[in-house]
């Protein structure tokens, strides 16, 4: 199975597209692995089968978090292209930034080498998803304290959603 990505917007990177055949294929053969593991017969095969099933906890880990990454990123996105965001929140653009080339990178990486089990084994790609993750609650935390002040300030704010004043605040 490949990793299947589509071009994002004019951005010059690429999103995670129909993963949900990979997500069934992969929870049955977690199931299935985990059955064999139960087996008396396992024996000969314990050292392969305990590998088989590292690499699809791994990819389930990386599923998990590369999904989280992106719905985030997606939300993001927008907004830190905004010149006057990044001017008023330089820390969290400047994070923003950080993860936006990681998840460029990442994207570069599984466009030229689709395979599940390529990725499933590329060294570092959980860690650093996981830590991008880490970030991109740092930068939301941020950007919602950023417009909590702005609340502040104007009052009437306190009537529009996160997303509605983040377009008043663009213009």
């Known amino acids: 199975m490949i990793f299947d990505t589509k071009e994002y917007r004019q951005t010059g990177t690429r999103i995670l597209s129909s993963i949900d055949e990979i997500q069934q294929l992969l929870d049955d053969q977690i199931v299935k692995t985990q059955a064999m593991k139960g087996s008396r017969f396992i024996k000969p095969f314990i050292e392969q089968i305990t590998r088989w099933e590292e690499t699809l906890v ?8 590369w999904l989280k990454v992106q719905s985030t ?10 010149d006057d965001i990044m001017r008023q929140m ?11 080339n990681t998840w460029r990178v990442s994207m570069a990486q599984t466009f030229s080498e689709p395979s599940c089990i390529k990725v ?13 993750n880490a970030k991109l609650e740092q930068i939301q935390k941020g950007l919602n304290d950023y417009l909590e002040t702005k609340r502040l300030a104007f009052p ?9 004043l983040l377009e008043i605040l663009a213009e």
Not at 58 to 65: A, C, G, V
Not at 90 to 100: L, S
Not at 120 to 132: K, N, T, V
């Open 90 to 100: 330089p820390t969290e653009g400047k994070m923003f930034r950080a993860v936006d």
């Open 73 to 82: 990123w997606l939300y993001l996105e927008p907004i830190f292209s905004s």
């Open 156 to 164: 009437r704010f306190f009537f529009l959603s996160n997303d509605e």
């Open 120 to 132: 499933a084994r590329r060294p570092g790609f959980l860690e650093s998803l996981i830590e991008a």
């Open 58 to 65: 791994s990819m389930q880990d990386i599923l998990d978090n």
